[in-house]
């Protein structure tokens, strides 16, 4: 193995991309080595230990500064996340497992169950090739391996506001009667739901009924996962408007449904082919009613939306209500609206005017006339207060669509955390408070967005990219979907689209495509990760190119971080990488 590694650096590179690291020796220090030096065996100090039946893997690429003392063995029992390794390698050809998009085909799948092969579950035999590698395992990994500035996954780099962490704390510590550290009700912690009726009785102009109309889940994950399972049945049809939240076409599949794509159209601010420009992405109402039937049991409406930011405005909602008349009574709205406080855009006020929103900017979908029993409002704690790890998630609703969730919520957990739910119970009236000299919590952290949103906005339109105006475009959430421009197209090397790089099982039909190539040369090469578009797809229109000039970029980071990945954004259309914080050539000694 060593003559190998030492005579084929290029195995080496091969190996340390491969998800074949997942488990094994990890060291405290992070294991980054561009291309060019993985490809050069006199640049780094090169380990391998043989792979045994019963052992780890413990290929490692290690810079040359790491002392043998720092490398800690860490083993992981759970199965890998990629869906590649496996906890007990075997010996073979990496390379041909890698590139064995076969291993993930559903014909494959099925005709192993039929033929008495597979031991694999019926949930499993449902997702079929999405049990394979995804855009998160693939580019979770490179972030591991490499330096970057990471603006890839949705979640804030920072604590929460002081009076969240201090109501944590204080749920904690409580050593009263009722303290929070056993079991509570299944449906949600009294002292919560009490809290969630009382805004939403706000948001909906309507008064809710904390026992009956609300259940709260852990996260809002959880919140889709079991609103799906309660509607949908084998040979139902549910909606989703494209590019989409990946998790939304496996949860539905999952529960046996079909997802239906309506997409989305993005419409550039200018039409002249010599200018690539931003844009606006909008619902095109025949491309709704085209795809409504009597299947139609759901729409999955996620406004503000990811991955593109865009905020439905009322008229569009509108035309989604009329459809759900159309679709007929069995037909519901699953609202997904965990970006609900951060819109850092907001549509212009006499839009909002007829129906009075209390979150500014923002339409409350079962709001409008008529759809409050027609609909599903998810949301969570996760976003709004940066608290991802809470994983506290609601969902609220008629009683008739609330209860069968109820229903089968002991059958997945039989409560989400007690002290988490009280934390959050205690929370909520605070972020209604002056905070940091603004009159709430809520206009604080818009602020907050709006800026960062700007400072990133600025280093990916001096890299090349082009971006929404947002003074004529609203936008929420904290996702930039940049457009790939021609003069970037042609700072990618050659050699990125060929078979070499493009062959890959975690993208959309083994195929990574330019918006994939784009992002992966950039987090190997120049120091920055973002997200390809692809993965936010239906497979079919990614293969047809719809996303091929789209990236996803995070805002929810530092500032530090963002100026960071601006410095190396910079380097993108030069033969200039990010050393530290300097931008120096990529040949530079």
């Known amino acids: 193995m060593i003559s190998l590694l030492n005579n084929h650096p290029a195995f080496l590179g091969l190996l340390v991309q491969s998800p074949l690291l ?25 380990f391998a230990s043989s792979i045994q039946k019963d052992s780890i893997t413990t290929l490692l690429a290690l810079d040359s500064d790491v002392d043998e003392d720092e490398i800690v063995e860490t083993v992981d029992r759970a199965p890998c996340f990629d869906g590649i390794c496996e906890s007990t390698p075997v010996d073979g050809d990496v390379a041909a497992i890698l590139s064995d998009t076969n291993a993930y085909d559903q014909d494959n799948i099925q005709d192993e169950a039929s033929s008495g092969e597979s031991h694999a579950g019926e949930a499993m035999l449902r997702l079929g090739t999405m049990t394979g590698p995804t855009v998160w395992s693939e580019f979770g990994r490179l972030s591991q391996e490499y330096d970057v500035a990471n603006l890839g996954q949705g979640f804030p780099d920072w604590l929460p506001p002081d009076f969240a962490v201090e109501a944590l704390v204080s749920a904690t510590i409580d050593s009263t009667k009722q303290s929070p550290h056993q079991y509570t009700r299944t449906a949600g912690h009294p002292n919560l739901v009490k809290q969630l009726a009382r805004r939403y009785s706000k948001h909906m102009h309507r008064t809710i009924d904390p026992m009956n109309e609300v259940s709260v889940t852990v996260g809002a994950s959880q919140a889709l996962y079991l609103s799906l399972q309660t509607l949908v049945k084998p040979g139902d049809e549910v909606i989703l408007f494209e590019p989409f939240f990946d998790l939304y076409q496996n949860q539905i599949k999952l529960a046996g449904g079909t997802p239906v794509y309506v997409p989305l159209t993005f419409v550039p601010y200018s039409e002249d082919n010599e200018e690539v420009t931003g844009g606006e992405w909008i619902l095109e109402p025949e491309k709704l009613e085209q795809a409504i039937s009597p299947k139609t049991r759901a729409i999955i409406l996620n406004s503000p939306h990811n991955p593109t930011g865009k905020v439905f405005n009322v008229s569009e909602m509108q035309h989604i209500a009329d459809s759900v008349i159309a679709a007929g009574p069995q037909c519901v709205v699953i609202s997904d609206e965990v970006y609900k406080y951060i819109v850092h855009s907001s549509p212009p006020q006499d839009e909002l005017l007829g129906v009075g929103s209390s979150c500014p900017g923002h339409v409350h979908f079962a709001s409008l006339p008529g759809m409050w029993d027609r609909t599903i409002t998810v949301s969570s704690a996760g976003k709004t207060f940066s608290a991802t790890g809470w994983q506290v998630g609601w969902c609220i609703g008629p009683s008739n669509l609330i209860s069968p969730i109820h229903q089968l919520l002991p059958y997945v957990q039989f409560c989400a955390s007690t002290v988490i739910q009280e934390a959050l119970a205690r929370t909520l009236p605070k972020a209604d408070e002056p905070y940091e000299g603004y009159d709430s919590y809520y206009e604080y952290l818009n602020s907050k967005y709006r800026r960062k949103r700007d400072l990133l906005g600025k280093g990916l339109k001096e890299a090349g990219f082009a971006i929404p105006d947002y003074d004529r475009t ?11 421009t021609p003069e970037l197209r042609r700072a990618l090397p050659a050699e990125r689209m060929g078979p070499e790089y493009t062959k890959n099982p975690a993208a959309p039909g083994g195929e990574a495509r330019l918006d994939w190539a784009l992002c992966q040369w950039m987090a190997e090469e120049k120091g920055v990760l973002c997200i390809p578009s692809s993965p936010f797809f ?47 050539e990529a040949n530079a000694e």
Do not use: H, Q, W
Request: with cysteine.
């Open 538 to 584: 239906s497979r079919e229109k990614a293969m047809e190119g719809a996303s091929d000039e789209f990236i996803r970029v995070a805002f929810c980071k530092t500032d530090e971080t963002i100026e960071s990945a601006a410095k190396a954004l910079m380097g993108v259309r030069s033969n200039k990488v990010l050393i530290g914080s300097a931008l120096v």
């Open 22 to 46: 997942c488990n094994g020796f990890i060291s405290s220090k992070p294991l980054s080595l561009p291309t060019s030096e993985l490809r050069n065996p006199k640049s780094a100090k090169l």
């Open 474 to 484: 609203p936008g929420g959430g904290f996702f930039i979907f940049a457009r790939i």
